[in-house]
């Protein structure tokens, strides 16, 4: 009930004001949500090859994200304590700590500081997107790679008869065959891959609108790879130092776990790395944990994109 004599104001809604609150980026939000939900999400649709032949034609990317004119782009990647592989801050100029702390020990010059240092040296991966040939529909796919095809494809420029396989009027298919690798790790096979380029150059596609719609498709990589805070990383970097065990990295962390050397250097050092406490009883070592199962409902893109860095 309204009481008596009491004025009431009823703000005017015009259409200005309507306007100015629906400006907002649709698309932004989109994003901002599919974050939130699922965390590990992105555009980024990553190529994943079987024991098989394929020909694919690569695509240049964006100009401005490769480095020093490099026709692709690179990324570094973490291994240590419960992180699968995490970008490391430095290659974007943030402050990095772990890059700091590794620096330091190779400074140090002594054996067992450069042990521990080869332990946080991070790892590169590059990236090219492609289109598979005999798979068009499904559109723009990125292809991870290690060194050894990184250095097989930058041959391609050097060698006068190939030159720029990624020119869309005049550049190369590639015949890459994958085979079953003797190499092992945890169980897992991996592929090796022999590239070479075709026999004559040609067009990317015959329609120039496919070819632009192609072009538009490439993603943004860094979609893929969110950036942890300097805090975030300091608190991976604690942990591993002080002997954390649980690990989805069986590989990295049988490396540093019962390593009672590396174990000894680590005590040095964490002390400068991780905030001041109490001291307490050392506790009891813990078995190293199993790695932990994919969640139902299969990997995401960025779980299979690290997957994918112990590859080739």
Known sequence: MLSKGRAFFIPVVTQEKVNRKMAIDIEAIRKKFQQLTTGRQSNVQLWKPVASEYKVRGLPWPNGLTPEGSPFIERWF????????F????????PDPIHELKNKLYA???????ILAKNLQPKMRAYMPLIVRGEEDKGVQVYSFSNNVYKR????????????????NSGYDLKIVFSASAKQVDGRSFLDATIDPARKPSPLHADTEIVKKWIAGVPNLDDMFPLKSKQEVETILNNWLNGDSS????????????????????EDVKAETKPAKAKTTKKEEKPVAEAKQPAKGGKSALDEAFDDLTND
């Open 247 to 266: 690990t989805e990295n069986s590989k990295e962390e049988t490396n540093r776990g019962g390593n009672s050397e590396l174990d000894k250097i680590a």
């Open 153 to 168: 494809l930058l041959s391609f420029w050097l060698d006068e008869e190939v030159g720029d396989i990624l020119d869309t």
């Open 108 to 114: 140090s010059g002594k054996a067992d500081d450069k």
């Open 78 to 85: 973490y291994y240590i304590g419960q992180e699968r592989g």
């Open 87 to 94: 970008v490391a801050p430095f290659q974007f100029g943030k």
